[in-house]
């Protein structure tokens, strides 16, 4: 098969696929949703990626894009890695893309395959997404109409937060998105509740695959209980000369061990047991990418399969919990609930003799000064209950080697509950529904925190000079959980009561404001205490509240130097740069945009006009035809009196002589400088312009009334009809702000409807532009019915269509104006 091909070229003419991922590679080239369950090691990534790989090659896509979850950041970005490696071969023409709090380079979704966090997919989903401005929360849920989702390692989701989110989305969208859903220690009751809920099918490797997999055939991995916390002692007295990994349950933890263990050994010129001193490592989430991987260059001659140096120790967090191709002879790691503890293990005796065998010790929990375990990201009272019945486990069965049916008896033990969690979420999967549309409408951030994960991830710059960052340029910042800045309250930089003193205080971004060129943010100083903490989506710390060390990482609550921002990209537009550019002019370059966006997205397209004929009885148009009326009417508010009146002024009194403006025509963009004096003059009253996208939102509902004359020739009811001209309103309204519908009176301009006359029939929208003067309770009335995911009237085909109708549009806005700025450089 092709797929197989294709792993020859990548990995080899040895290669072959196991008949689990040859079913897997079939059932997704039939569009089929699947649910997966193989063990750590036994290839489900290239089982999912080489069928859309191969369908690619043939130009035979059944998914529009593949938007790849994983439970965190740092497996994210080593599946990135080694897949960019992989299509770079065999397919270079794929876009390979990675977006996690720490690295924005695909903040839209935009790659051919981009590997996430499920904060980030979900957080889009429900439509807020974490490393966006509020102002764009609206312009990623369209991305999963026609992907294909794929839900890795689900067994480290939240089980009362994400799973819930897990189960509504795969309910709400299975029609129009294709899912996947990959463990190595779920349940078999769980995968069966779950296979019952997607449909699909069910595909587990079998006993007779694992005994032909070199990872799985030989192994011998013992696992040992230590009732006491984990000290550098420990690591020490098992080193061998051999390879140590130490993983511990938090970031602040691995760096005060791997401190203590490189003073130990700086004090010792040689290491324990006369093997000298070993190479010391320390990789965990908080390094900038340069660092990590520059460290991860150094693992690799020690822990990599191919490795042939050995005498090294490796400190860690849960990134290296599954997805990192290492493996270890000697294994510590603090205690964690049995799912987590069997992808730890995994990173032992991973590879074939004769490093085959290998031993995990498991320590308590250290404690805290009034006696209590710290359990690390381990806090819900189920979560607990499951460290609880681990430890018992173990203690049971310390020095046993567990094979993979022993490793799925201990998940039944101790994750018993799962199941029946599962099965009350699916069952009660419309409250959910009905839930999630609350979310959704009302962009409550502190909803992240009950429907993706409690401990929720603030993106994080440090420096006193935050308006500074070009955010346009993707900086790279740092993803901390809210728990760690929690750390910062107190004595040491400031009590919680809200005083802004020298110390205590951080940056905050006000609301965001988008400009069709790009993202910028006003920044406001705000005192330090947990409200702000909380509510951020985005924060940047004074330099004495982190420190940065190379060797170390980013260490919260060390006074430091300020640290430079890295970027990711490069500006090809100066900020606020924008080319004077007539209405006509600008609606022809976002209609081409849009039609190259709805022809980018052939399997979304069609998917999304088959609900919408489900749902609607009829579908007269295409999806695209419905985009460009939306685009030829998003900026038609601008043609008020009072916006062309501002930008005429503004044009005639710095840019008379500018080829647009000379026209007469309407305009939609002035002209801009990077000349400070000259924009100061921008905050003049005279060439301030009002809001525009509701009014253009009010004028195209005005305009295509009319066809409500002719539901019986289009073969739709007329209540249908409604629902599908709000939702293209809706578009029209939010495509600079993600839930606008504050309606302000206008005057229209002289040329007004003559100019939009032309552009609607330019572009083939099949009716007349008619304009009246609404009163200001009818249009508030109007503006009311914009689409709200709450609403029981908000129908699947209505809401599917300004995801992907609004998303078009954003991304289409976007990329003219950069596009046409651009010229002018």
Not at 67 to 77: E, G, I, Q, V
Not at 485 to 506: A, I, N, P
């Amino acid at each position: 098969m092709l797929e197989e091909d294709l792993l020859r070229e990548w990995v080899g003419e040895q290669a072959a696929l196991y008949p689990y991922q040859k079913k897997v590679c079939q059932v997704l080239r039939a569009g089929k949703h699947a649910v997966v369950h193989a063990p750590t090691g036994a290839g489900k990534t290239w089982a999912v990626l080489l069928p859309f790989v191969a369908a690619h090659r043939q130009g035979k896509r059944f998914a529009d894009r593949v938007l790849y979850a994983l439970p965190m950041r740092t497996l994210a970005y080593q599946l990135w890695k080694s897949t960019a490696e992989m299509c770079e071969k065999v397919a270079p023409d794929l876009r390979v893309t990675l977006q996690t709090g720490e690295h924005r380079e695909d903040v839209y979704f935009e790659g051919d395959i981009c590997f996430t966090t499920i904060d980030q997919l979900l957080s889009s989903y429900l439509m807020m997404p974490v490393s966006l401005s509020p102002a764009l929360d609206n312009i990623n849920a369209g991305v999963l109409l026609g992907a294909l989702v794929i839900f890795d390692e689900v067994h480290l989701f939240d089980p009362e937060r994400a799973w819930k989110t897990v189960i509504e989305m795969t309910g709400r969208l299975k029609n129009v998105t294709q899912f996947v859903l990959m463990t190595a220690t779920l349940t078999k009751e769980s995968l069966e509740r779950l296979h019952r809920h997607l449909g699909g099918e069910w595909i587990a490797v079998s006993q007779e695959e694992l005994a032909m997999m070199p990872s799985h055939r030989d192994k011998e991995r013992r696992w040992r209980w230590v009732s006491r916390p984990l000290t550098a002692d420990d690591v020490l007295a098992r080193h061998r000369g051999g390879r140590s990994l130490v993983i511990c349950n938090t970031v602040t933890r691995a760096q005060e061990l791997y401190k203590e263990l490189d003073s130990r050994l700086s004090e010792e010129k040689v290491g324990s047991g006369g093997y000298g001193r070993p190479e010391l490592f320390l990789l965990h989430s908080r390094f900038l990418r340069e660092d990590r991987a520059a460290v991860e260059a150094k693992l690799r001659p020690y822990f990599g399969p191919d490795a042939v140096q050995s005498n090294a120790i490796l400190i860690s967090t849960q990134v290296v919990e599954a997805g990192v191709d290492i493996s270890a002879d000697v294994e510590h790691t603090e205690l964690a609930p049995a799912n987590a503890l069997i992808q730890r293990g995994g990173r032992s005796a991973r590879y074939k003799p004769p490093r085959h065998r290998g031993d995990v010790y498991v320590y308590e929990l250290p404690v805290n000064e009034r006696g209590e375990s710290k359990a690390g990201p381990y806090r819900t009272r189920t979560e607990l209950q499951w460290l609880e019945r681990t430890r018992a486990y173990l203690e049971a069965r310390s020095g046993e080697i567990f094979s993979f049916i022993d490793e799925n008896a201990w998940l039944q033990e101790v994750h018993r509950e799962e199941t029946e969690v599962l099965q009350a979420q699916i069952e009660r999967i419309l409250g959910l529904t009905k839930s999630v549309g609350e979310v959704m409408t009302d962009g409550e951030r502190s909803a992240l925190a009950k429907l993706v994960r409690n401990i929720h991830h603030i993106q994080v710059a440090i420096t006193d000079h935050p308006e500074e960052i070009d955010f346009d340029q993707r900086p790279e910042l740092f993803s901390i959980p809210v728990t760690a800045l929690f750390g910062l309250l107190g004595d040491r930089f400031g009590e919680t009561t809200g005083t802004d003193s020298e110390h205590s205080y951080v940056w905050v971004p006000r609301e965001g404001k988008e400009e069709e060129s790009g993202i910028r943010l006003d920044w406001q100083r705000r005192p330090l205490t947990k409200e702000v903490i909380t509510q951020a989506w985005l924060l940047a710390l004074p330099p004495h509240m982190a420190r940065y060390d190379r060797r170390v990482g980013l260490e919260i609550g060390v006074q430091g130097n300020e640290i430079p921002i890295h970027y990711f990209g490069k500006r090809t537009v100066p900020r606020s740069l924008y080319k004077a550019e007539t209405f006509r002019d600008h609606v022809d370059r976002v209609v081409s945009e849009v039609r190259a966006h709805t022809a980018r997205h052939p399997v979304g397209s069609r998917k999304l006009a088959e609900v919408m004929e489900a749902d609607l009885g009829a579908m007269p148009w295409s999806v695209e035809d419905l985009c460009v009326w939306a685009a030829v009417f998003h900026d038609a508010g601008k043609l008020s009196a009072e916006w062309q009146s501002a930008m005429r002024g503004w044009m005639e009194r710095f840019f008379p002589d500018d080829p647009a403006h000379r026209t007469g025509l309407p305009l939609a963009h002035g002209r801009t400088v990077e000349d400070p004096a000259i924009m100061a003059e921008q905050r003049n009253p005279s060439f301030k312009r009002p809001p525009h996208a509701v009014q253009g939102a009010v004028w195209f509902l005005r305009s295509a009334a009319v066809l409500a004359e002719r539901v019986n020739a289009v073969r739709m009811d007329e209540e249908a009809l409604r629902g599908l001209l709000f939702a293209l309103a809706s578009v029209v309204a939010r495509h600079h702000q993600a839930r606008a519908e504050k309606w302000y009176p206008v005057r229209w301009d002289r040329k007004a409807r003559e100019e939009m006359d032309q552009v609607l029939r330019l572009h083939g929208v099949p009716f007349p532009a008619d304009i009246v003067d609404y009163a200001a309770d009818e249009a508030e009335y109007l503006t009311g019915l914009f689409i709200r995911p709450d609403s029981p009237n908000c129908t699947p085909g209505m809401l599917f269509l300004y995801w992907f109708a609004v998303r078009a549009l954003r991304l289409a806005d976007q990329k003219a104006t950069r596009e046409w700025a651009t010229e002018c450089i």
